[in-house]
């Protein structure tokens, strides 16, 4: 398992709308694995592999990019950040962070905190308020010299490192690099297999504002069958009912059904469940009350495609100790390629 390329790619920095960082890492990391690469107008990457005969099918996997984060909004006169969230946080996961301020000309270490008074002057009252994403703010260190480097729609990112603890991986941007990942590592593993398929490689933009590199990208490719490869919840820990938990880590990858933002073609479903079985490829099938995936984006483009999930379940996610079992990574790579490989 490549986990320097998963790690690379976790610790590198990109927001919705500057994915350009990853966008440049996994260019360098595809050489030889497609017949053509492409970067659209939002910024995706479009990677396709011809495939064979007259009109072959067309299998689209849609992998984000982009991880939440902000935008810096405004710069006070003692040169105080102030962030715009591009995704979605929760603001108790936000206390006392280090962050990364990403510019065009560096990049800036600074501590992440809400405005107000501290533990040891706070009455009982100010300990109870939770602040708003908007109450937080950024210190880097360097009073109104801020104003000389920073500037309005630079992003910022959580600094945190990639670690391995047990059987687990965890980082920020597990969500979603670990699709990056499969998509490249996919493609690597199926070799020459699975020529009778047109493939595309879709690294979208955007998607946790909206699925809008994958609405466009796919509109652009017109899948006939599209697989949107993600994380998903795992909520096998203390203090949630069992019937909440969405997927159990170590049970294998996730057979996306159902979200928010689509439901999976029910046949398609059937498929990938007996191929997973033949090839004894732990799985378990999900669904997700709230939340939607670029999955969805396939389906809905142009006159529409068949489509699934595969997904990876991750524990706390959309924080910085996002989490997930290497073996159920390895899985969703298994089934990728198990399936690819039969056309």
Known sequence: MNLDLLKSLCE????????????????????????????DPMGSLLCKRNGTGDNPTKIMLLCHMDEIGFLVSHISKDGYLYLNPVGGFDPRNLFSRRVRVCTDDGDYL?????????????????????????????????????????????????????????????????DNRIACWLGIEAMRALGDKGRGAEIHVAFTCQEEVGLRGGKTAAFAVKPDIGIGVDTTLACDTPGIPEKDATTTQGKGFGLHVRDSSFIADRDLVKQIEALAIANDIPYQRTMLAAGGQDGAAAQQAAAGARAVGIVVGTRYIHTVTEMIEKDDLQAALDILVAYLAEF
Request: charged letters at 30%; proline letters at 8%; aromatic letters at 6%.
């Open 110 to 174: 600074g501590v992440m905190n809400p405005g107000g008074k501290p533990v040891h002057i706070a009455s009982p009252e100010d300990r109870k308020k939770v602040p708003e994403v908007g109450d937080f703010f950024v210190d880097l260190g360097m009073g109104k010299k801020a104003h000389d480097v920073i500037k309005v729609g630079d992003f910022v990112v959580m600094e945190e490192p990639f670690i391995e603890i047990g059987d687990k991986i965890v980082s920020k941007a597990l």
């Open 12 to 39: 590198t920095p990109g927001v919705p709308g500057n994915e350009h960082r990853v966008r440049d890492l996994i260019t360098s990391e595809i050489d030889g694995l497609f017949d053509e690469v492409t970067t």
